[in-house]
């Protein structure tokens, strides 16, 4: 197992060094040029003198593999940069911001994992029934429609025609219960995430169960003469979740990158909100930094689930 768990760790290593090549190589690619952003134009136009100056204390002069090394290993070293905007630290407003992100996409996964795995199992054990039939339009609505589009809706029904919720951001300035203000806020971008996942993690559990209760031996139990809810509950869901749980593990990723369109939509001061500033001020900077702390958080999430399927089904790690 521990083999197989640093093999996993160091396949890790050349992923993320592909995806900073990509990064920082597609970005430059654009042809942005960061002194265009520093300097207002009357300084371009009358200090080329200046600008060189700059261009040159910055590294921007250098060959672009060059640059990259340094940049990587800034990296490495902690120092994510500065934004060209604001001249902001990148590290600070990461360090402000991701817990935000964090606590977005964790509060989905739990409310779409008791959601939708428990619809799922009674969907199961009370086949084509009302809540089955219920739950499989919920399910192939909630994957159909787009991330976005439900958050549009959200905001269009609570927010603007009955004012329950708020439309945007984190905190009110003037809130003086700050837990209510924080699940009032919090409410309509959690839902709009857990919508989609719970629509996938519903048909999981939904057909995992039946394929569980359709095995012999749930038909030997039941013959043996016991109890209903024990035969559901000790035999059947717990052998159904196995499955599931990796499924679960593997929609962490989802939940991550889903994060950039939900915050943008509820300007929502996480991660992903700020990536989407810095595309749109081509601060390219931040975009690199935070596109590559993105990439990086899902590959230890697919790291994770290797290993929790490792742990779960041994025959993965010895395949490998």
């Not at 203000?181 to 039946?210: E, K, Q, S, W």
């Given at each position: ?238 052998n159904a979740m196995k499955p599931v749980l990796v499924i679960l593990m593997f929609r962490i990723p989802t939940l991550i990158g889903g994060s950039v369109v939900v ?58």
């Amino acid at each position: 197992m521990l083999k197989f768990i640093l093999k996993k760790l160091l396949l890790m290593i050349p992923m993320l060094l592909v995806i900073s090549l990509i990064v920082f190589f597609g970005l430059q690619a654009t042809g942005i040029d960061p002194i265009n952003f520093m300097l207002s134009p009357e300084q371009l136009s009358a200090s080329p003198e200046v600008v060189e100056q700059l261009r040159e204390e910055l590294g921007l002069n250098d060959p672009l593999i060059v640059q990259y090394f340094n940049w990587l290993g800034n990296m490495l070293h902690g120092d994510f940069g500065y934004s060209i905007t604001d001249g902001s630290s990148i590290a600070s407003t990461l360090a402000v911001r991701m817990p935000y992100t964090l606590e977005l996409a964790g509060y989905s996964l739990v409310l779409s994992a008791i959601i939708g795995i428990g619809i799922g199992i009674i969907s199961a054990i009370r086949q084509n029934g009302i809540i089955d039939y219920i739950g499989r339009v919920l399910a192939v609505l909630g994957q159909a429609v787009p991330q976005f589009l439900v958050g549009i809706i959200l905001i269009q029904i609570f927010s603007i025609k009955l004012g329950i919720f708020p439309a945007a951001n984190r905190v009110s300035p003037d809130a003086t219960n700050a837990f209510v203000d924080a699940f009032m806020h919090l409410f309509l971008p959690v839902a709009t995430l857990t919508i989609g996942m719970v629509a996938v993690l519903m048909r999981y559990a939904r057909n995992t169960m039946l394929d569980v209760l359709n095995s012999d031996y749930i038909k030997t139990a039941r013959s043996k003469g016991i109890p209903e809810w024990k035969v559901y509950l000790k035999h059947g869901f717990r052998n159904a979740m196995k499955p599931v749980l990796v499924i679960l593990m593997f929609r962490i990723p989802t939940l991550i990158g889903g994060s950039v369109v939900v915050e943008s939509v509820f300007s929502y001061p996480g991660i992903g909100m700020t990536m989407t500033n810095a595309i749109v001020a081509n601060d390219y900077n931040v975009v690199m930094v935070t596109t590559l702390i993105i990439a990086a958080t899902m590959l230890v999430c697919s790291f994770m689930v290797d290993v929790l399927n490792a742990i779960m089904d041994p025959r993965v790690r010895l395949g490998e």
